[in-house]
């Protein structure tokens, strides 16, 4: 593959970095501290932007255009992710327009995609996913949440943790047992749930920042229309599984990393005492080089996608290597910084406002969210190097 953009992704790039410009702040750095911890729709600006994004039609850009995407490449798909997760920009990634857009196009009635679909085109509703469970996570085929067939509803009895944005979504896609003695992954069904149903019960959960970017949530005697059932009951595992041609090469992981490297370079540039130290100059360029081989990696997923072909382990080591570069900026931040790193922002003494702290804590759920780096080194081992399984 070449490493430069093609003409067409030049010109979408600069417009893109156009609408950046002229849409974010100048001095973004409050918005940077909390991308990652501002839940979708936690805050009036994100929801405006979002808005506009819709209004250009990128936020549903990969979609095929018979469902009022744009069918995007997957190259062009990776400029938009790149360019976006760079600036801190919130909307990047959308889980309705990424999980229940797909489901809804490839298993949705007529009705439940004329219901569903312009909303999340438009940016008018708020999504979350409820999938993950306490005793459920990694193994999510092990989901105890029940849904029993009453009439024209579901009685719904569970709990779900880890859903991001819980607290502000007006729905959400649910997971839930239908068939309690199938096997596992045959039992399962998928639903969409109304936020504001009576016995949904959403309980933030507050991280090591104290910010609650994500919630738990109980469902007690949920009643849900069969009409909110996604495909046929007991296929859920299947649905929850697809993915629409969208790009999955986890370039977001590496540009949010490169623009804090950068703001800390730049710092250490004007700190005499730091960039006289040569360890921290030596560090960075490592960190530097390893976030250049993970850009490389990314566009690599994205190009195998281009050529038709299903980047199985390849996106996993993207993964891998993009959270645990996430993870090791933290550290390095944190050593270049010393005990001036740990002041929490918005103290006036928080170098480069408390970024590098934030960073730090968030830092370590990065390497657990959307899949374990154990599980997708198992994928790399198992499918990529042909290893047998334990």
């Given at each position: 593959?070449?490493?430069?953009?093609?003409?067409?992704?030049?010109?979408?790039?600069?417009?893109?970095r156009?609408?950046?410009?002229?849409?974010l702040?100048?001095?973004d750095?409050d918005m940077?501290n909390?991308?990652?911890?501002?839940?979708?729709g936690g805050?009036?600006?994100?929801?405006?932007?979002r808005?506009?994004?819709?209004?250009?039609?990128w936020?549903t850009?990969?979609?095929?255009?018979?469902?009022?995407g744009?069918g995007?490449?997957?190259?062009?798909?990776?400029?938009?992710?790149e360019?976006m997760?760079s600036?801190?920009?919130?909307?990047?990634?959308?889980?309705?327009?990424?999980?229940?857009?797909?489901?809804?196009?490839m298993?949705?009635t007529?009705?439940?995609?004329?219901?569903?679909?312009?909303g999340l085109?438009?940016?008018r509703?708020?999504?979350c996913q409820l999938?993950?469970?306490?005793g459920?996570?990694s193994?999510?085929?092990?989901?105890?949440t029940r849904?029993?067939?009453?009439?024209?509803?579901?009685?719904?009895?569970?709990?779900?943790?880890?859903?991001?944005?819980?607290?502000?979504?007006d729905?959400?896609?649910?997971?839930?047992?239908?068939?309690?003695?199938?096997?596992?992954?045959?039992?399962?069904?998928?639903f969409?749930?109304d936020?504001k149903?009576?016995?949904v019960?959403?309980?933030?959960?507050?991280?090591?920042?104290?910010?609650d970017?994500?919630?738990?949530v109980?469902?007690?005697d949920?009643?849900?229309p069969?009409?909110?059932?996604?495909?046929?009951?007991?296929?859920?595992?299947?649905?929850?599984?697809?993915?629409?041609?969208?790009?999955?090469?986890?370039i977001n992981?590496?540009?949010?990393s490169?623009s804090?490297?950068?703001?800390?370079i730049?710092?250490?540039r004007?700190?005499?005492?730091?960039?006289?130290?040569d360890?921290?100059?030596?560090?960075?360029?490592?960190?530097?080089?390893?976030?250049?081989?993970?850009?490389?990696?990314?566009?690599?997923?994205?190009e195998?996608q281009?050529?038709?072909r299903?980047?199985?382990?390849e996106?996993?080591?993207?993964?891998?290597?993009?959270?645990?570069?996430?993870?090791?900026?933290?550290?390095t931040?944190?050593?270049?910084?010393?005990?001036?790193?740990?002041?929490?922002?918005?103290?006036?003494y928080?170098?480069l406002?408390?970024?590098i702290?934030?960073?730090?804590?968030?830092?370590?759920?990065y390497?657990?969210?959307?899949?374990?780096?154990?599980?997708?080194?198992?994928?790399?081992?198992?499918?990529g190097?042909?290893?047998?399984?334990g």
């Amino acid at each position: 593959m070449l490493f430069l953009d093609s003409p067409e992704h030049a010109a979408f790039r600069a417009e893109l970095r156009a609408f950046l410009d002229a849409e974010l702040p100048a001095d973004d750095w409050d918005m940077r501290n909390d991308r990652d911890h501002l839940p979708l729709g936690g805050s009036e600006f994100t929801r405006q932007f979002r808005q506009k994004l819709a209004g250009k039609g990128w936020l549903t850009m990969g979609w095929p255009r018979e469902f009022g995407g744009q069918g995007a490449s997957y190259m062009t798909q990776t400029v938009y992710m790149e360019e976006m997760s760079s600036r801190g920009a919130p909307g990047a990634y959308d889980q309705g327009v990424w999980l229940a857009g797909p489901a809804l196009m490839m298993y949705g009635t007529k009705e439940q995609q004329g219901r569903w679909l312009p909303g999340l085109r438009s940016a008018r509703e708020g999504w979350c996913q409820l999938f993950s469970e306490p005793g459920a996570g990694s193994d999510l085929a092990s989901l105890t949440t029940r849904a029993t067939r009453d009439g024209d509803d579901y009685i719904i009895n569970g709990q779900k943790i880890w859903n991001s944005g819980a607290q502000h979504a007006d729905w959400g896609i649910l997971l839930a047992r239908t068939d309690p003695d199938a096997p596992k992954h045959k039992g399962i069904s998928y639903f969409l749930l109304d936020m504001k149903t009576p016995g949904v019960n959403v309980r933030p959960l507050y991280n090591m920042m104290g910010t609650d970017h994500f919630s738990e949530v109980f469902l007690e005697d949920v009643r849900v229309p069969a009409s909110c059932l996604i495909g046929d009951e007991n296929r859920g595992w299947y649905i929850s599984t697809t993915t629409l041609d969208q790009e999955r090469s986890s370039i977001n992981r590496i540009v949010m990393s490169r623009s804090t490297l950068a703001e800390l370079i730049q710092y250490v540039r004007e700190t005499p005492a730091l960039r006289a130290r040569d360890e921290i100059r030596h560090e960075l360029a490592e960190r530097h080089m390893e976030f250049e081989i993970g850009r490389w990696l990314c566009y690599r997923v994205a190009e195998m996608q281009s050529q038709g072909r299903v980047p199985n382990y390849e996106a996993s080591i993207s993964k891998v290597f993009g959270t645990e570069l996430q993870r090791q900026m933290g550290v390095t931040g944190m050593r270049v910084l010393g005990m001036a790193g740990q002041v929490e922002p918005p103290s006036p003494y928080a170098p480069l406002k408390g970024r590098i702290e934030r960073w730090a804590l968030a830092a370590p759920s990065y390497t657990i969210a959307g899949g374990t780096s154990e599980v997708n080194r198992n994928i790399i081992a198992t499918r990529g190097l042909g290893l047998p399984r334990g």
